[in-house]
């Protein structure tokens, strides 16, 4: 039986690392997670991961070809192989295709988990006919992906992209990062439950929100409540699309993209914030982009797997790279090994 | 005598049009200017402009072999090879590349002034070792030409890198694209006008600026007071380098470049307006930026030639990426023609 070709993909996330097998066409074949455990080293969760993949999957199947290993990772930097002291873990500074190339002797590329879903939407996703697009995660924080001429764009040190942190409101609400109103502190999971609790003190509309602390609130609690007409959670969310929209004006002035993707828990939650972004993008826009930039909602999230897939699609969007290179040379007549 | 290969570099301005010859290494053999005449049609501008060139350079001096011509100009197209109906011009829609054709079987490219600053930067100005930058052009307006990779980033229709119209300040000063708070509102020529008459509104300083009419007084007027001293002028060169290195922040998030390089009448003005675009970047950027970004006053003003240098660099960069390919391929024995 003819062997298939994998990549291995890993996301690490702050709580489980998600990994499992993905063919060229964006099937998965086997996964799998395991805690990450980011109060212990990072040398930890590679070696219980390795060791669960090989002795699940590499020591029994043979018929599959491992041909890479793609990471998204917090705070991983391509250019240097590493993550890099990423909050809420005790990792410090880390060599991660280092650490990873002792395990095999395959190629293996790490970035952020917002750019691994920019290059998973162009091989599986949304964006696979795409030149120019911008992809928003919107988890505990906002992420972003930014992709020119279907290439991430890394920018200087590889650290191009932090769309979480433009200004979205001068003197706005504090933000981790040390600085204020940061557009994450506005549009992301937790930005939308600052939202609630500043509408609760402004309206006196009753609403259900009312009986959760600030420490118990989630976005999904603001979601199930707009969904039964909640005044303050339906407020919530057109907040929350409007200031993601007027940001990103100012994104489209840089980038002129054809698309805006959102990725992501908050993502789920549809034309509840994905009307009021679109409006208000628009009237923002400069007239020469009015009328040019689709939004639209991850298609990888449709698999259950978007975070594997994204992983894999690093080396294998790679790997079709260099056989469209052998190819244009084998056309002229060059033979390449 | 063997021939020179030179380009035909044109920067269409409102009022006049410049162009001239030049090297491969940026040396500038022949210029002239004529009056644009933007009332009349386009046609009309070229048919001037090539009977001109065509006498005093073609016709005479033969040991010059003319190997394209690159065209910088208000509201152009790289993709469609067209000036799109540019303000305070009566021309339209105009087909430049194709128009200038007809004269010329030459490569031909045109794109806008920025851009064309921008590689003009990369070919014979600060940027000949960047890989990323953002280019400013502090004018009437505020245009801006974005590198990645050393390419212009043209984004999707063409249109992207419009730093002018980023949003300053929310419900600011009205902008002639019909929004308000856009960024070149505060910071250009015509910006920090506006600036000084809301000083001179809000101070009680004495100042030579209170003897201009809004229609009189020019940043030139305002340069020279700010050196003799003036509080309001030395006031407003802070308050526009303020506002244009906070709105930079947010363009270093989405780009990281490795320098910000600013060009244009503005720019000569330096330190004035440098120090404290620089205070106010530095104080608004995410910390994994800080200390990273490098701010320049253009290389190519220092040259009298800098937008014929810029528009001839549009052709110069193609040849040299053309040559390089060339070189590649004869490495691996490959011959070309």
């Known amino acids: 039986m003819d062997s298939v070709q994998v990549v291995l993909g890993i996301d690490i996330g702050g709580t489980n690392t998600v990994f499992g097998l993905v063919n060229k066409n964006g099937r998965c074949f086997y996964k799998n997670q395991i805690p990450t455990e980011a109060n212990l080293p990072a040398e930890n969760l590679f070696a219980r991961l390795f060791n669960t993949f090989n002795s699940e999957v590499l020591l029994k199947r043979e018929n599959y070809e491992l041909v890479g290993i793609g990471?998204?990772?917090?705070?991983a930097n391509i250019y240097r192989g590493s993550i890099e002291n990423p909050s809420n873990f005790n990792w410090g500074y880390v060599d991660a295709v280092k650490m990873v190339e002792q395990y095999y002797a395959l190629p293996v590329l790490v970035t952020n988990d917002a750019n691994v879903a920019a290059v998973g939407e162009m091989m599986y996703g949304r964006a696979k006919n795409m030149d120019n697009f911008i992809l928003i995660t919107?988890?505990?924080g906002l992420g972003s992906g930014i992709v020119v001429n279907r290439k991430i764009l890394y920018g200087k040190d590889g650290f191009a992209g932090e769309l979480g942190h433009v200004i979205a409101e001068e003197n706005g609400r504090y933000c981790n990062c040390g600085?204020?109103?940061?557009l994450e502190t506005y549009a992301s999971a937790t930005g939308i439950c600052r939202t609630v609790f500043e509408f609760l003190s402004m309206y006196n509309d009753e609403s259900t929100l009312r009986d959760y602390s600030f420490n118990q609130l989630t976005s999904k609690h603001i979601f199930n409540a707009a969904l039964k007409g909640d005044k303050i959670?339906?407020?919530?969310?057109?907040?929350?699309?409007?200031k993601?929209?007027?940001?990103l004006a100012n994104s489209v002035a840089h980038l002129n993209p054809e698309a805006i993707i959102i990725f992501g828990g908050l993502a789920r939650s549809g034309d509840l914030i994905i009307g009021s972004m679109k409006d208000n993008l628009e009237k923002n826009l400069l007239p020469v982009y009015k009328n040019s930039?689709?939004?639209?909602?991850?298609g990888l999230m449709e698999s259950e797997n978007a975070a594997i897939l994204g992983a894999a699609a690093l080396i294998w969007k790679e790997i079709i790279k260099?056989?469209?290179?052998?190819?244009?040379?084998?056309?002229?007549?060059?033979?390449t090994n």
Request: glycine share 14%; aromatic share 4%; proline share 2%.
């Open 71 to 75: 990471i998204g990772a917090p705070s």
């Open 138 to 140: 919107l988890g505990t």
């Open 179 to 182: 600085r204020r109103g940061c």
């Open 233 to 242: 959670a339906l407020l919530a969310f057109e907040y929350t699309g409007a």
């Open 244 to 247: 993601l929209g007027i940001a």
């Open 293 to 298: 930039v689709e939004i639209l909602t991850s």
């Open 322 to 335: 260099s056989e469209s290179i052998v190819q244009e040379l084998k056309k002229i007549g060059i033979k």
